[in-house]
């Protein structure tokens, strides 16, 4: 079973198959090409490319290649595929490339083996760490709140090196030794808890240094994540 890139990068034929429906009764109209070597049971990740270069959604291969026998098809190489799931919030290519290395497409095909689980899980918002969410909060006997290290590297690998208030990648800086700036900020306090609590990967961010000092420069009340980036004017 492989990974396969479905591509399209007609911005207009894209947009047109999400109003209407993913019609597929004229080659013409349908939105997105699989590679020849597709076959039944791989899994998709579509990938708009043109100006937008971000992963849309995902799917599997239901068939492998026929020929069509009537209509506008006659003729005609067709595979099937299950229904297009849309990512809730599309996932840019770059941001992909980032945590694996795998460049965003720029036609369909098949992703290399070596690094297609990781980017499957990557195309997909998923830590490449099986770990999404973990129990946390609990007071130890030095009067402080555990934090899940599981967790954290999760939230850190998600991120790829990048400051989600300023937007500086640290893993270019410093060749690499960047990274060592990046730190893992709770969106919901521990300290607002005196109870153990499930942290979600979803409640975490991962600041550089200086950002985290500016969400908690008011020890009151933190800056949210969007006021945060409001301040360096993104």
């Known amino acids: 079973m492989a990974l396969v890139i479905a591509y399209e990068s007609d911005t207009r034929r894209l947009k047109r198959a999400i109003e209407m429906g993913w019609d597929d009764s004229d080659p013409v109209d349908v939105a997105f090409s699989l590679p020849v070597e597709a076959k039944k049971g791989d899994k998709v990740l579509y990938f708009v490319g043109g100006k937008f ?14 020929t069509g026998q009537s209509g506008p098809w006659r003729g005609l190489p067709y595979i099937c595929t299950s229904p297009l799931r849309r990512f809730p919030d599309p996932i840019p290519g770059q941001d992909v490339e980032d945590i694996t290395g795998f460049k965003s497409p720029r036609r369909m095909g098949v992703v290399p083996p070596a690094v297609a689980e990781n980017v499957w899980r990557a195309a997909r918002g998923k830590p490449l760490i099986e770990v999404e969410r973990a129990m946390e909060g609990a007071t130890t006997e030095a009067r402080s709140k555990h934090r899940n290290s599981a967790l954290r590297r999760s939230a850190l690998q998600l991120a790829g090196g990048i400051c989600e208030g300023c937007g500086v990648n640290y893993s270019k800086r410093a060749k690499g030794k960047g990274l ?17 609590r499930e942290t979600k990967l979803s409640e975490l961010a991962v600041l550089c240094g200086n950002c985290h000092l500016l969400v908690h420069s008011n020890r009151a009340k933190a800056l949210t994540i969007p006021q945060l980036r409001r301040l360096h004017g993104r």
């Open 180 to 196: 060592h700036c990046l730190v893992v900020h709770h969106k919901k306090q521990l300290k607002d808890t005196d109870q153990p």
């Open 53 to 66: 270069q971000y992963f849309f959604g995902q799917g599997t291969v239901t068939t492998n290649w026929r």
